[in-house]
């Protein structure tokens, strides 16, 4: 019963790595969206999803800055994807230079996508991805990792066992 009220959150998209060369800009627009605008260059791609990314970056004030859309481009053909919005889903630290700046991965999620855009990611994925992200849980944690699992083990605990055939 204690199981029943664990939460748990599962990616419903398979993710794909990325080759190197492709980099996600943050858009950023001056102060209450007027003014100036600036692309800021976040960093590399990590892997990509029908549904988010994940990216590498070295710790900055301007990447630390608020701001809603991204964009992916490749260093050799320009901009693949525009101007996507997009909500940050966990941002944390991975190791600290010497300098004492720190490297960071970032997970977004992408929000109310144009089918233009979804179609500019489908292209992306396709051109640039090398092969689905490795799941590095173990059998068991995988078994266990949904709600339907759970369900599973007790109707199996239920069934089995000498118990199964009353007399």
Avoid at 107 to 125: C, D, G, H, N, W
């Amino acid at each position: 019963m204690e199981n029943q009220s664990l939460v748990i959150r599962r990616r419903k998209w398979k993710r794909f790595i990325v080759r190197s060369g492709s980099i996600v800009l943050l858009h950023q627009t001056g102060f209450w969206g007027l003014g100036w605008a600036k692309n800021v260059e976040l960093g590399p791609v990590l892997n990509v999803s029908l549904r988010g990314l994940m990216v590498q970056y070295i710790d900055s004030k301007d990447r630390r800055r608020k701001c809603d859309e991204l964009s992916i481009s490749i260093l050799t053909g320009g901009i693949q994807v525009e101007k996507i919005r997009f909500e940050t889903v966990v941002d944390f630290e991975v190791a600290i230079l010497p300098d004492g700046r720190s490297i960071r991965n970032r997970s977004v999620r992408f929000v109310k996508m144009t089918p233009y855009q979804a179609f500019q990611l489908e292209t992306f994925i396709s051109a640039y991805a090398t092969g689905p992200v490795q799941d590095r849980r173990s059998d068991m944690e995988r078994r266990e990792a949904t709600a339907d699992a759970l369900d599973r083990k007790e109707r199996s605990d239920h069934r089995g066992g000498v118990d199964r055939r009353k007399e």
